[in-house]
């Protein structure tokens, strides 16, 4: 009996554990969701007219995924001087970590490239940007405040 109880604790304190902030990796039963289910979402919370939806070559340009990691992508990117954009991924199995890794370094990138006299009111969509996972979807959100915590309960959606 002792040992059940323990184990009940355990698992509870595990599904606590999970329960993380932006940046880190929440692991969840495998999902059959698709890219475009996602996008669909996703794109409730943006002003879709001033994106463009990236294809392979840029996404292939733009994000240093080493091979075998990235089984699908789409990237929204913006078209003027709003900065909004984000990025939604489904790593191959086992891969996760290392897709997850390489979004959070495009972020960083993106960040330690910004010139703060470059249109300074867009800058904390840039600083704050989020890079989050789901089992193995993993996503990023460079937007306003409001717009990364409604993307984030959108996508969460999905896996709950």
């Not at 390489?102 to 960083?108: D, G, K, M, P, T």
Request: aromatic share 12%; charged share 30%.
């Amino acid at each position: 009996m002792k040992k059940i109880i323990l184990f009940a604790l355990a698992a509870a304190l595990i599904a606590l554990a999970a329960c993380s902030p932006k940046d880190t990796e929440l692991t969840y039963p495998e999902h059959d969701i698709t890219i475009e289910q996602l996008e669909a979402a996703v794109d409730l919370y943006f002003d879709t007219s001033v994106m463009y939806k990236a294809d392979d070559e840029y996404i292939g340009r733009t994000f240093d995924f080493p091979e075998g990691v990235c089984a699908s992508a789409l990237v929204k990117v913006p078209t003027g001087t709003n900065q909004d954009e984000y990025g939604v991924f489904i790593a191959e199995r086992g891969k996760e970590k290392e897709l997850f890794e390489a979004l959070q370094a495009y972020r960083e990138k993106r960040q330690e490239a910004w010139m703060d006299e470059y249109l300074p009111e867009e800058k904390h969509k840039v600083s704050d940007a989020s890079v989050s996972s789901f089992d193995n979807y993993v996503y990023y959100v460079i937007a306003g405040t409001e717009t990364r915590e409604a993307v984030a309960s959108a996508v969460r959606k999905f896996f709950t």
